[in-house]
C-alpha cells in the first residue's frame, strides 16, 4: 500500500511540477487526436479487414490478386 | 494486382515521407539517451551538481524530442493496412512477432522508467533514477531492435514458409529471423548512427553557447562527453557499416551495384570517392557510367567480400547475367518465376477442384521455383534495376559525412581537452552548422537502404507492383499532403520549442 502511494505521488507531483512539460502533453494530445481520430478513421481503412469478414475469404482474395495474369 | 503506376509511386511517396520524417525524431533519442545517462553516472560518482543540472538540461530536451516524435511510426502502420494491404497480408506472420514485442516493450519499459526518470529527481534514490535513465536509454534502444529485425526480414527473407493455402508467410525459425546477419548489421549500424547523431547535436548546441560565450562551464562539459562517446561510436559506426556493406554484397548484390554506380563487374573493384554520374549513361550501352570520378583500389572487392582480388559484379552483369562468374540473368529468372506462380495457380485451382494428388504435384513444382518468385511479376529484365542516381549519391553523401563527424569529434575533443575550444571559433561554427548535416546523412542511410532495394518489398520474392493495394490513386495523393503538412508543423514546433529551451540555457532547470 506504502508502495502504490508512493507511485501515486511520483506520478501526480510530477505532472502538477510540469513546466515544459503541459505544453508537450497538450500537443501530444491534440496529435493523437488527429492520428487515431482524424486520420486513422477517415482516410486509413484497414482495406482487407473492410472488405472481407473472415481469413478465408482474405486469403482467396490475395491468391487471386498473385494468380491473376496466370488464369 | 499490377497497379497504375501513378498509383504506386504515389503509395511509394507517402511511405517515404512518413519513414523520413519519422526518423527525423528517433536517432535523437537513441543516443541522446546514453548521452543523458553517462551524464547522470558522472554526477551519481562526483556528487557534483553542476552534472546533474547539466544532465537535466539535455533530459528536457530529450523529452521535446520525445514528446514530438512519438506516434509519427503510427502512420506507417496505418499505410501498412490501406496502402499496402496486399503485402501486410502476405507477411503478416513475419511482422505481428516483432512489432507486437515492439509495442510492448516501448510501453512497459520505456514509459514505466521515463517517469521515473523525469519525475524521480527527489522521490527516488540517486542510484534507482540512475538506474531508469540507463534502462530508458536500453529500452529505447531494444524498441528499434524490433522493427530493424522486421526491416531486415524484408531484406533478406528467412526463416519463413509461404503457405499457398493461406498466402501468408508463416515464422518457422524465429532464431533465423532475429539473428538474421541482414538484420543484425542493421541494427547496429541504425543504432550507431543515431549515437554519432545525438553527439554532433550536443557537440553543435554546446558550440552555440560557447560562439556566445555563455553557459561556458556547462558548454564545455557537454562537449567532452559528447565528443568521447561520438568518438568511439564513430569507430562502431565504421565496423558496423562495413558488416552492412558485405551483407549487401551477399544477398542484395543490385544493390551494391548501384551505391557505386558500377554497370559492369570487375575484379579488383575500387570504391569511387568521389564521382559524377553521366545522366546519359544508359544500361547495355558502352558509354563510361562517370564525367569524372577519383577511386579507391581494390575497396569495393574488399568491402563486399572481404578479399582484394574479388568480383563485384555491376549492373549488367546482374541483369544479363554472366556465365564466366555463374550469375543468373534476371531473364532466367523471370522464367523461374512465372514457373512458380503457374505452379501456384494450378494448385489453387486443384484444390478447389479437390484433386488432392495433382495439388500435390503442384505444389512441389512451386517450392521448386518459389525463390524467385517475385520475379513472375516483372514485366522486362530492367525493372530489376534500382535508381542509381539516387541510392549512389546518397550512399557517398552519408559515407561522406560520416567521415566528417570522425574528423569533428578528434578535433573538438583535442581542443576541448586542452581548453582551447572556445578560441576555435571555425571549429564551434562547424560543429554547429554539422547538426543539419547529421540529419542528412541519416536520411540518406535509410534512402541507401529503402531505394536501393527497389523494386521490392520482400527481396526477390514481391515486388512493389504486387504489395499494393488497389485503392484510388487521388485518396493517397490527398494523404500524402495531409502529412506533409502534419508532419511539416510538428518539426516546426519542435524545433520552436528546442530553440526556446536551448536559448532559455541550463540555468533556468
Same mark, same amino acid.
Given at each position: 500500500m506504502h508502495l502504490l502511494n508512493e507511485i501515486y505521488h511520483l506520478y501526480y507531483d510530477g505532472f502538477k511540477s510540469m513546466k515544459i512539460g503541459k505544453k508537450l502533453w497538450l500537443l501530444i494530445a491534440i496529435k493523437l487526436f488527429i492520428l487515431f481520430v482524424i486520420v486513422k478513421w477517415i482516410f486509413f481503412p484497414n482495406i482487407l479487414k473492410t472488405k472481407f469478414d473472415t481469413d478465408a475469404q482474405r486469403s482467396t482474395y490475395i491468391l487471386e490478386q498473385l494468380t491473376k495474369n496466370k488464369e | 494486382m499490377e497497379h497504375a503506376t501513378e498509383l504506386i509511386d504515389w503509395s511509394r511517396a507517402q511511405f517515404a515521407l512518413t519513414a523520413l520524417y519519422h526518423w527525423l525524431f528517433v536517432p535523437l533519442t537513441l543516443g541522446l539517451t546514453f548521452i543523458i545517462a553517462i551524464m547522470e553516472t558522472i554526477y551519481v560518482k562526483t556528487g557534483d551538481v553542476w552534472w546533474k543540472k547539466t544532465t537535466q538540461f539535455w533530459m528536457t530536451i530529450l523529452a521535446i524530442n520525445f514528446a514530438i516524435g512519438l506516434a509519427t511510426g503510427i502512420i506507417m502502420e496505418f499505410e501498412f493496412g490501406t496502402n499496402w494491404s496486399n503485402y501486410s497480408w502476405i507477411v503478416g506472420d513475419?511482422?505481428?512477432?516483432? #512489432?507486437?514485442?515492439?509495442?510492448? =516493450?516501448?510501453?512497459? =519499459?520505456?514509459? $514505466? %522508467?521515463?517517469?521515473v526518470m523525469f519525475f524521480?529527481?527527489? &522521490? *527516488? +534514490? /540517486? &542510484?534507482?533514477? #540512475? $538506474?531508469? $535513465?540507463?534502462?530508458?536509454?536500453?529500452? +529505447?534502444?531494444? +524498441?528499434? !531492435?524490433?522493427?530493424? *529485425?522486421?526491416?531486415g526480414w524484408m531484406q533478406h527473407p528467412v526463416g519463413m514458409t509461404f503457405n499457398p493455402d493461406t498466402a501468408r508467410n508463416e515464422m518457422h525459425d524465429f532464431a533465423a529471423v532475429f539473428f538474421n546477419p541482414n538484420a543484425v548489421s542493421k541494427f547496429l549500424h541504425t543504432i550507431s548512427s543515431g549515437y554519432v547523431l545525438a553527439s554532433v547535436f550536443v557537440i553543435g548546441i554546446s558550440a552555440w553557447y560557447l560562439i556566445k560565450r555563455r553557459e561556458v562551464r556547462f558548454a564545455k562539459r557537454s562537449i567532452i562527453v559528447a565528443a568521447s562517446f561520438g568518438l568511439i561510436t564513430s569507430l562502431f559506426m565504421l565496423t558496423s557499416g562495413d558488416e552492412s556493406a558485405f551483407e549487401v554484397a551477399q544477398n542484395q548484390p543490385m544493390k551494391l551495384a548501384a551505391m557505386e554506380g558500377l554497370y559492369r563487374g570487375e575484379e579488383r573493384a575500387g570504391i569511387i570517392a568521389i564521382g559524377l554520374l553521366d545522366k546519359e549513361k544508359e544500361l547495355g550501352d558502352e558509354k563510361e557510367p562517370f564525367l569524372f570520378s577519383l577511386e579507391i583500389p581494390n575497396a569495393l572487392s %574488399? !568491402?563486399?567480400?572481404? +578479399? #582484394?582480388?574479388?568480383?563485384?559484379?555491376?549492373?549488367?552483369? !546482374? *541483369?544479363?547475367?554472366?556465365? &564466366?562468374?555463374?550469375? =543468373?540473368?534476371?531473364?532466367?529468372? =523471370?522464367?523461374?518465376? /512465372? #514457373?512458380? *506462380?503457374?505452379? !501456384? $495457380?494450378?494448385?489453387?485451382?486443384?484444390? /478447389?477442384?479437390?484433386?488432392?494428388a495433382k495439388a500435390k504435384e503442384a505444389l512441389k513444382d512451386f517450392r521448386a521455383h518459389e525463390k524467385y518468385m517475385g520475379y513472375g511479376y516483372l514485366k522486362k529484365p530492367e525493372d530489376a534495376v534500382p535508381n542509381v542516381a539516387l541510392t549512389f549519391y546518397s550512399f557517398h553523401t552519408m559515407v561522406g559525412l560520416g567521415t566528417w563527424f570522425l574528423i569533428l569529434f578528434i578535433l573538438v575533443l583535442y581542443f576541448a581537452m586542452i581548453n582551447e575550444i572556445e578560441k576555435k571559433r571555425w571549429l564551434l561554427y562547424a560543429a554547429l552548422w554539422s547538426i543539419p548535416l547529421a540529419y542528412v546523412a541519416q536520411e540518406c542511410g535509410w534512402i541507401v537502404a529503402e531505394v536501393g532495394r527497389q523494386p521490392w518489398a520482400i527481396q526477390d520474392l514481391l515486388p512493389v507492383g504486387m504489395a499494393a493495394s488497389n485503392v484510388a490513386s487521388s485518396s493517397v495523393m490527398i494523404t500524402f499532403w495531409l502529412f506533409a503538412v502534419l508532419f511539416t508543423g510538428l518539426l516546426i514546433a519542435e524545433v520552436k520549442i528546442m530553440l526556446t529551451q536551448i536559448k532559455n540555457g541550463p540555468e533556468a532547470h
Open positions: - | 513475419i511482422f505481428g512477432a516483432p #512489432l507486437a514485442i515492439e509495442g510492448l =516493450m516501448a510501453f512497459f =519499459m520505456e514509459s $514505466t %522508467f521515463f517517469a524521480g529527481w527527489d &522521490k *527516488v +534514490s /540517486k &542510484k534507482m533514477h #540512475l $538506474t531508469s $535513465t540507463w534502462l530508458v536509454a536500453i529500452g +529505447s534502444n531494444l +524498441s528499434a !531492435l524490433w522493427i530493424l *529485425v522486421a526491416n %574488399f !568491402l563486399g567480400y572481404h +578479399s #582484394l582480388n574479388a568480383f563485384v559484379p555491376g549492373i549488367h552483369d !546482374l *541483369v544479363y547475367g554472366n556465365e &564466366k562468374h555463374h550469375i =543468373m540473368s534476371i531473364s532466367d529468372k =523471370m522464367q523461374e518465376g /512465372k #514457373l512458380a *506462380v503457374s505452379a !501456384l $495457380t494450378a494448385y489453387k485451382t486443384y484444390k /478447389k477442384e479437390g484433386k488432392e
